[in-house]
T-cell receptor, first 114, second 115 residues
Framework: QKEVEQNSGPLSVPEGAIASLNCTYS??????FFWYRQYSGKSPELIMS????GDKEDGRFTAQLNKASQYVSLLIRDSQPSDSATYLC??????????????FGTGTLLAVQP | DVKVTQSSRYLVKRTGEKVFLECVQD?????MFWYRQDPGLGLRLIYF???????EKGDIPEGYSVSREKKERFSLILESASTNQTSMYLC??????????????FGPGTRLLVL
């Protein structure tokens, strides 16, 4: 089982719809979760982080975390063609001492159709 | 603005060559990371460093080494390049351990082709 799993997609949604991106993780002790966006040919950029169960909203983005189910999701409301990108889920794992590392999923390709 | 730069965007090398990939960040970040990104495998951590002259192995360190002589610079070295090291290499940096270290800022990437 992969440590962080995402459906590779593509996930195709019409403009204005809600895009729902999902991620599951295997390590129960994971505490911190992140969503990165990566446009084609570009490097990843952080868009959301979440640490507690429940929802966290930032503009059109909502991250949802359910630690009991080991599940984290990203909702994008009012999807725009400019949201078309690969979305990477990342989970922080304690490596040792004060230094931690991120484990990334393989990403979900989102295509927003005009 | 945080800036992470990488020495080359594209690089073509021959099998057996020694390859140096350099990364420089201008935000006085303590942590620096080297990843490779391959289709279907995602981002995989090769090495990271949380201080000058300190280095830690990531998930796939075999065939690679690193050097961090100055805080702002983190170099990835392929001792003897092989075709299976053809990949996109991404450098990232993040602030110190006491702050929001998890916000990793990525460089533009180096696409390496080993023939």
């Amino acid at each position: 089982q992969k440590e962080v799993e995402q459906n590779s997609g593509p996930l195709s949604v019409p403009e204005g719809a809600i895009a729902s991106l999902n991620c599951t993780y295997s390590d129960r002790v994971s505490q911190s979760f992140f969503w990165y966006r990566q446009y084609s040919g570009k490097s990843p950029e952080l868009i959301m982080s979440i640490y507690s169960n429940g929802d966290k909203e930032d503009g059109r983005f909502t991250a949802q975390l359910n630690k009991a189910s080991q599940y984290v999701s990203l909702l994008i409301r009012d999807s725009q063609p400019s949201d078309s990108a690969t979305y990477l889920c990342a989970v922080r794992q304690r490596y040792g001492g004060a230094t931690n590392k991120l484990i990334f999923g393989t990403g979900t390709l989102l295509a927003v159709q005009p | 603005d945080v800036k992470v730069t990488q020495s080359s965007r594209y690089l073509v090398k021959r099998t057996g060559e020694k390859v140096f990939l350099e990364c420089v960040q201008d935000m006085d970040h303590e942590n620096m990371f080297w990843y490779r990104q391959d289709p279907g495998l995602g981002l995989r951590l090769i090495y990271f460093s949380y201080d000058v002259k300190m280095k830690e192995k990531g998930d796939i360190p075999e065939g690679y080494s690193v050097s961090r002589e100055k805080k702002e610079r983190f170099s990835l070295i392929l001792e003897s390049a092989s075709t299976n090291q053809t990949s996109m290499y991404l450098c990232a940096s993040s602030p110190g351990r006491t702050s929001s270290w998890e916000t990793q800022y990525f460089g533009p990437g180096t696409r390496l082709l080993v023939l």
